[in-house]
């Protein structure tokens, strides 16, 4: 089953756009070029502004969170610890049992290919969990 619109996803789209350009620098453009690999990797995926500023990408659940930092561009993956990585993109929040994040640092090169596989594995466990949980109610 297709994933319903966000009533408010025009609107933390907008709030994104407006974040993505606030940065001005380097932060910016690495989250602008993020956001679209998430966009390309899951055209179904919506978007969210929660926890007063930050930006959320999901489908079928959170994915993952977009935030920039003074030094780094961190992508917190919900899901992250139970998620294949053989790229090795995570490399930060590494201890806890649910999350992983990758941490972007200025003049690095994120490897697109891998990373886009990556969005949709997490989208695909989402799904994973949506359907048991519905099922364990049926």
């Known amino acids: 089953m297709p994933a319903k619109p966000a009533p408010n996803s025009a ?10 350009e606030e940065l001005g620098d380097w932060r910016g453009a690495t989250l602008a070029r993020v956001r679209q690999l998430i966009h390309d990797a899951d055209p179904e995926i919506e978007e969210e502004w929660k926890w007063m500023g930050t930006p959320v990408w999901s489908h079928d659940g959170g994915v993952c969170t977009g935030e920039a930092y003074k030094q780094v561009v961190k992508l917190t993956f919900f899901r992250g610890a139970a998620l294949d990585d053989p790229q090795q993109l995570f490399n930060s929040s590494l201890e806890g049992n649910v999350r992983r994040a990758i941490d972007i ?21 989402n799904t994973a969990a949506r359907a048991a949980s519905a099922k364990k109610k049926s």
């Open 105 to 125: 640092r200025e003049g690095e090169k994120l490897k697109e290919a891998a990373f886009k596989k990556l969005i949709r594995a997490a989208v695909a466990a």
């Open 11 to 20: 609107a933390a789209a907008k709030k994104i756009t407006k974040r993505i």
